[in-house]
């Protein structure tokens, strides 16, 4: 959709391994977090610009 590239998507999820995470890159999400996530990781995610 219009607009769409300028979302970012994280994996927010309870499966860590490295296959796990090709999977999290290969359904095109832009990161992949295990949970519970660190509060630090959310904000350094959410503070990012967005591509340009």
């Known amino acids: 959709m ?3 590239d300028a979302l970012k998507l994280v994996a927010l999820t309870g499966w860590g391994q490295a296959k796990d995470r090709e999977r999290t890159r290969d359904s095109v999400f832009d ?6 996530a660190a509060l630090e990781a959310l904000q350094a ?3 990012e610009a967005p591509p340009a």
Do not use: I
């Open 31 to 36: 990161h992949h977090l295990v949970k519970p």
């Open 2 to 4: 219009p607009g769409g």
């Open 45 to 47: 995610l959410l503070g």
